[in-house]
């Protein structure tokens, strides 16, 4: 027998929270630096790309970084539980993985950004084809979760899994803006296909809920394939195309805090939304000291991958409370003073991990409903 009280229920970013997945980083050790992660990390990582080091396929994180990241995650974790959230954890990777295909080679990426690899759309479970190879078999260790979830009745799905092979990503986001992204790929040893071209490649940061309604960012012929497959596959729900207001990921460009009222990183993304959400407020992100970031300049050569923005990716408890990085504190004061309440959790390493709070965790079960929002 199923209990469908225990299955999943999530259809929107701003309603009581009551279960949520937190991702974690044990064995984060390491970026692995091919053509995918260079391709997927391009708007950071350009600058750092002429450079002998950033040629490696590892560049190597200091274990002080990771024992500190997983400080803040087990801050993050204490956060959520005493808002009254119960809190499910992937399971922990027992050593570095290298992992591969017919095709390429990887070191796999712990489970911590589980916003990107799945989305919980209403009561089914998507998981979703992944852009970087190093994280191709990073849901494994959230099966078991959604296996009980999908024992208590939920739907479960997934996209096709994408071979990654030569040739399978579309560089037309930035070829758009005149971008030569050579330096991403030159050195891509990878073998190919015949016949595969371009693969339906999409994360789940790449949409944002808003009940019925979904706002899904399409930068590529990749995202398109997808955005096609999510409309054939959950026809019940209204998918929005956002027309490339992001390279991927969209939760530090957008975050609608409750109906009527969104988070945005600043007025020239306006333009990118739905009619309907002109007439919401806004609050505009505030600028940030960059002070609140580390410098890692002692430690030798390591990329900040993540965009500056990073902190604008919070995790709403519900309608009115909010967990924020505590080094953020120009956004915290913003929110406090439109009545939020804000639980302040430290983030230290988000640009180096490539991660906010709304990325490390996927809410499975919030209180609301397919609501109409955008009509």
Same mark, same amino acid.
């Given at each position: 027998?199923?209990?469908p009280?225990l299955?999943?229920?999530?259809?929107?970013e701003?309603?009581?929270?009551r279960?949520?997945?937190?991702?974690?980083?044990?064995?984060?050790t390491?970026?692995?630096?091919d053509?995918s992660?260079?391709?997927f990390?391009?708007?950071?990582?350009?600058?750092?790309?002429?450079?002998?080091a950033?040629?490696?396929?590892?560049?190597?994180?200091?274990d002080?970084?990771?024992?500190?990241?997983?400080?803040?995650i087990a801050?993050?974790?204490?956060?959520?539980?005493?808002?009254?959230?119960?809190?499910?954890?992937?399971?922990?990777?027992?050593?570095?993985?290298?992992?591969?295909?017919?095709?390429?080679?990887?070191?796999?990426?712990?489970?911590?950004?589980?916003?990107?690899q799945?989305?919980?759309?209403g009561?089914?479970i998507?998981?979703?084809?992944p852009h970087?190879?190093?994280?191709?078999?990073?849901?494994?260790?959230?099966k078991?979760?959604?296996?009980?979830?999908?024992g208590?009745?939920?739907?479960w799905?997934?996209?096709?899994?994408p071979?990654l092979? *030569?040739g399978?990503? /579309?560089?037309?986001?930035?070829?758009?803006?005149?971008?030569?992204? &050579? @330096?991403?790929? !030159?050195?891509?040893?990878?073998?190919?296909?015949?016949?595969?071209g371009?693969?339906?490649?999409?994360?789940?940061a790449?949409?944002?809920?808003l009940g019925?309604?979904?706002?899904?960012?399409v930068?590529?012929?990749n995202h398109?394939?997808?955005?096609?497959?999510?409309?054939?596959?959950l026809?019940?729900?209204?998918?929005?195309r956002?027309?490339?207001?992001?390279?991927?990921?969209?939760?530090?460009?957008?975050?609608?805090?409750?109906p009527?009222?969104?988070?945005l990183?600043?007025p020239?993304y306006?333009?990118?939304?739905?009619?309907?959400l002109?007439?919401?407020?806004v609050?505009?992100?505030?600028?940030?000291?960059? *002070?609140?970031?580390? /410098?890692?300049?002692?430690?030798?050569?390591v990329?900040p991958?993540g &965009? @500056?923005?990073? !902190?604008?990716?919070?995790?709403?408890?519900?309608?009115?409370?909010?967990?924020?990085?505590?080094?953020?504190?120009?956004?915290i004061?913003v929110?406090?003073?439109?009545?939020?309440?804000?639980?302040?959790?430290?983030?230290?390493?988000?640009?180096?991990?490539?991660?906010?709070?709304?990325?490390?965790?996927l809410?499975t079960?919030?209180?609301?409903?397919?609501e109409?929002?955008?009509?």
């Open positions: 027998m199923t209990d009280a299955a999943v229920s999530s259809f929107d701003w309603t009581q929270l279960e949520v997945v937190v991702g974690r980083a044990e064995h984060y390491a970026h692995h630096v053509a992660w260079r391709l990390f391009f708007d950071n990582v350009a600058p750092a790309l002429t450079g002998g950033a040629v490696q396929d590892l560049l190597p994180i200091p002080r970084l990771v024992d500190e990241l997983n400080e803040d801050g993050l974790v204490d956060a959520v539980a005493g808002c009254g959230v119960r809190v499910h954890r992937p399971a922990a990777p027992g050593k570095d993985v290298d992992i591969s295909s017919p095709h390429w080679e990887a070191r796999a990426t712990p489970p911590l950004n589980v916003r990107d799945t989305i919980v759309l009561d089914t998507v998981e979703t084809a970087v190879r190093a994280r191709v078999f990073e849901n494994d260790l959230l078991p979760i959604f296996y009980r979830y999908y208590a009745g939920s739907n799905v997934s996209m096709p899994r071979a092979a *030569r399978s990503l /579309d560089d037309a986001f930035f070829r758009r803006q005149g971008i030569d992204v &050579s @330096r991403a790929t !030159d050195s891509e040893t990878v073998l190919d296909i015949d016949g595969l371009l693969e339906m490649v999409f994360d789940g790449q949409c944002m809920r019925r309604d979904v706002l899904v960012n930068a590529n012929d398109e394939l997808a955005l096609r497959w999510l409309r054939d596959n026809p019940h729900l209204r998918f929005h956002l027309d490339g207001i992001a390279d991927n990921h969209i939760d530090s460009v957008i975050v609608p805090l409750r009527g009222l969104m988070l990183r600043s020239e306006l333009k990118y939304l739905p009619q309907a002109h007439s919401w407020e609050i505009y992100a505030p600028q940030t000291d960059d *002070r609140n970031f580390p /410098d890692y300049s002692d430690l030798g050569f990329i991958i &965009s @500056r923005y990073m !902190d604008i990716n919070v995790l709403s408890v519900d309608e009115n409370t909010v967990i924020v990085n505590s080094l953020y504190p120009e956004l004061t929110l406090e003073r439109r009545g939020f309440t804000v639980v302040p959790v430290r983030h230290r390493h988000r640009r180096l991990f490539g991660g906010g709070f709304h990325c490390f965790t809410d079960v919030r209180s609301g409903g397919c109409d929002y955008l009509d």
